[in-house]
């Protein structure tokens, strides 16, 4: 038989219009095991015209579509049907398990891996996506990830450790590695079906080395808590409200920055004063019931329309971003009107002073949720500690109403002195 013209297709299409009759176009010879057809089927309201691979295995005809005409042209069905059919019927393989055989360019892969941390729930995935769209426009889009080269990447991350911004080039460094990690075991992962086979032999980036991380040792003292939480109680200066409250919020509780920024009506249960977590960062659902002053703040703030306790300024509909609250600590450290300290410090100041105010560590780190490493904790205790939470909190709080007040009490002497 042979091969298919454009002025045939064309033809063909006309008299199905006109006779209202299904007609199956072959292109080529095929020789009895497979070939590409045409398949034009009219339809109450249009006529279709579907690109179909056919084969003929265990006396069964098997179909698999390819594409769409004209959308798809016939040279372009073609070169799919040779690219990744013909292979296959000439082996014997069914059709059905047939796919697109091109190796997965850089955009693929980096889509693909930022989709399977979408799907496993990780709030990391914007940020993924953001710093990945930029590192694939550098690498080029288009280009078989394959292809890849470990100098190519060093060159890209040179520039920007050179620029001093250290964090930035190791974050770089880290997203390129963990796609192609994951681009590394997705192909043979028996428990998904990658859409895009990527054919990686190795990760280019793994022999970066990484920058270097600074242990972050800072936290506050009694009056430099006492002298943020009053600042924030009553700033100087106008400010987004929300953003002082979570801070407070931080202050009180020692939870993540991320997990207090994105504080949403359904993870409140005021009367039970418990936030609840389904997940988290380290992918545990967690609970825990806060101090009263925390319960007081929270239940004074009325939430927005889309539920969030501490929306953007710029964009209601999102939380705030906890770059954002970062951002905002540090204009106002940059003032002097604060002590020197980010919000991570403040998870390590919460941490030390309820140590001083009499919480056991073992009771802390249920509280902020550090994942337990002993065999009894990770795979036999299921018990919640609700009731010594609550009990921790409670004792956490007097500890500090009392500096509070203990610093009110001196302010108070000294005006009257």
Same mark, same amino acid.
């Given at each position: 038989?042979?091969?298919?013209?454009?002025?045939?297709?064309?033809?063909?299409?006309?008299?199905?219009?006109?006779?209202?009759?299904?007609? /199956? !176009?072959?292109?080529?010879?095929?020789?009895?095991?497979?070939?590409?057809?045409?398949?034009?089927?009219?339809? +109450?309201?249009?006529?279709?015209?579907?690109?179909?691979? &056919? &084969?003929?295995?265990?006396?069964?005809?098997?179909?698999?579509?390819?594409?769409?005409?004209?959308?798809?042209?016939?040279?372009?069905?073609?070169?799919?049907?040779?690219?990744?059919?013909?292979?296959?019927?000439?082996?014997?393989?069914?059709?059905?398990?047939?796919?697109?055989?091109?190796?997965?360019?850089?955009?693929?892969?980096?889509?693909?891996?930022?989709?399977?941390?979408?799907?496993?729930?990780?709030?990391?995935?914007?940020?993924?996506?953001?710093?990945?769209?930029?590192?694939?426009?550098?690498?080029?889009? /288009?280009?078989?990830?394959?292809?890849?080269?470990?100098? $190519?990447?060093?060159?890209?991350?040179? @520039?920007?450790?050179?620029?001093?911004? #250290?964090?930035?080039?190791?974050?770089? #460094?880290?997203?390129?590695?963990?796609?192609?990690?994951?681009?590394?075991?997705?192909?043979?992962?028996?428990?998904?079906?990658?859409?895009?086979?990527?054919?990686?032999?190795?990760?280019?980036?793994?022999?970066?080395?990484?920058?270097?991380?600074?242990?972050?040792? %800072?936290?506050?003292?009694?009056?430099?808590?006492?002298?943020?939480?009053?600042?924030?109680?009553?700033?100087?200066?106008?400010?987004?409200?929300?953003?002082?409250?979570?801070? #407070?919020?931080?202050?009180?509780?020692?939870?993540?920055?991320?997990?207090?920024?994105?504080?949403?009506?359904?993870?409140?249960?005021?009367?039970?004063?418990?936030?609840?977590?389904?997940?988290?960062?380290?992918?545990?659902?967690?609970?825990?019931?806060?101090?009263?002053?925390?319960?007081?703040?929270?239940?004074?703030?009325?939430?927005?329309?889309?539920?969030?306790?501490? @929306?953007?300024?710029?964009?209601?509909?999102?939380?705030?971003?906890?770059?954002?609250?970062?951002?905002?600590?540090?204009? &106002?450290?940059? %003032?002097?009107?604060? +002590?020197?300290?980010?919000?991570?410090?403040?998870?390590?100041?919460?941490?030390? !002073?309820?140590?001083?105010?009499?919480?056991?560590? $073992?009771?802390?780190?249920?509280?902020?949720?550090?994942? !337990?490493?002993?065999?009894?904790?990770?795979?036999?205790?299921?018990? /919640?500690?609700?009731?010594?939470?609550?009990?921790?909190?409670?004792?956490?709080?007097?500890?500090?109403?009392?500096?509070?007040?203990?610093?009110?009490?001196?302010?108070?002497?000294?005006?009257?002195?």
């Amino acid at each position: 038989m042979p091969s298919l013209t454009d002025g045939e297709i064309r033809h063909a299409l006309k008299q199905v219009e006109e006779t209202s009759k299904q007609q /199956n !176009l072959v292109d080529g010879e095929g020789h009895g095991t497979g070939r590409l057809v045409l398949v034009i089927k009219p339809m +109450p309201t249009r006529i279709t015209a579907d690109w179909m691979a &056919q &084969q003929w295995r265990d006396q069964k005809r098997l179909k698999k579509k390819l594409g769409s005409y004209p959308s798809m042209s016939l040279s372009q069905a073609r070169e799919i049907f040779r690219r990744d059919f013909a292979d296959m019927i000439q082996k014997g393989r069914s059709i059905k398990i047939a796919g697109d055989t091109r190796p997965g360019t850089v955009a693929d892969l980096f889509e693909a891996y930022v989709a399977s941390l979408k799907a496993d729930g990780k709030p990391s995935w914007k940020e993924a996506e953001k710093g990945l769209n930029k590192i694939a426009d550098s690498l080029g889009r /288009n280009r078989p990830a394959r292809d890849i080269e470990p100098d $190519e990447i060093r060159d890209l991350i040179r @520039p920007i450790y050179q620029r001093g911004k #250290r964090s930035m080039a190791d974050h770089v #460094r880290s997203y390129i590695r963990s796609a192609y990690s994951w681009g590394l075991k997705s192909e043979h992962d028996y428990r998904t079906t990658s859409v895009r086979r990527f054919r990686l032999v190795y990760n280019p980036a793994a022999g970066i080395p990484t920058e270097p991380k600074k242990v972050g040792t %800072r936290w506050l003292d009694e009056e430099e808590f006492i002298r943020l939480y009053r600042w924030l109680e009553s700033p100087d200066a106008p400010v987004h409200p929300p953003y002082t409250r979570a801070v #407070r919020i931080l202050m009180l509780t020692g939870q993540r920055v991320e997990e207090i920024a994105r504080l949403h009506v359904d993870q409140w249960d005021a009367a039970e004063r418990i936030i609840d977590w389904s997940k988290t960062k380290n992918g545990k659902p967690h609970a825990i019931p806060v101090p009263k002053m925390a319960a007081e703040l929270i239940g004074s703030i009325k939430p927005n329309e889309f539920g969030w306790f501490f @929306p953007s300024a710029t964009d209601p509909s999102k939380p705030v971003s906890h770059g954002t609250l970062y951002s905002f600590m540090w204009r &106002q450290r940059d %003032r002097e009107v604060i +002590p020197i300290v980010t919000n991570r410090d403040l998870r390590r100041t919460w941490k030390t !002073l309820a140590g001083k105010a009499g919480l056991s560590k $073992e009771i802390r780190d249920r509280l902020q949720n550090h994942t !337990l490493q002993d065999v009894s904790s990770k795979s036999y205790d299921r018990w /919640n500690y609700m009731p010594e939470k609550r009990a921790a909190m409670a004792r956490w709080d007097k500890f500090v109403r009392d500096i509070l007040a203990k610093k009110k009490r001196k302010a108070t002497f000294k005006e009257a002195a």
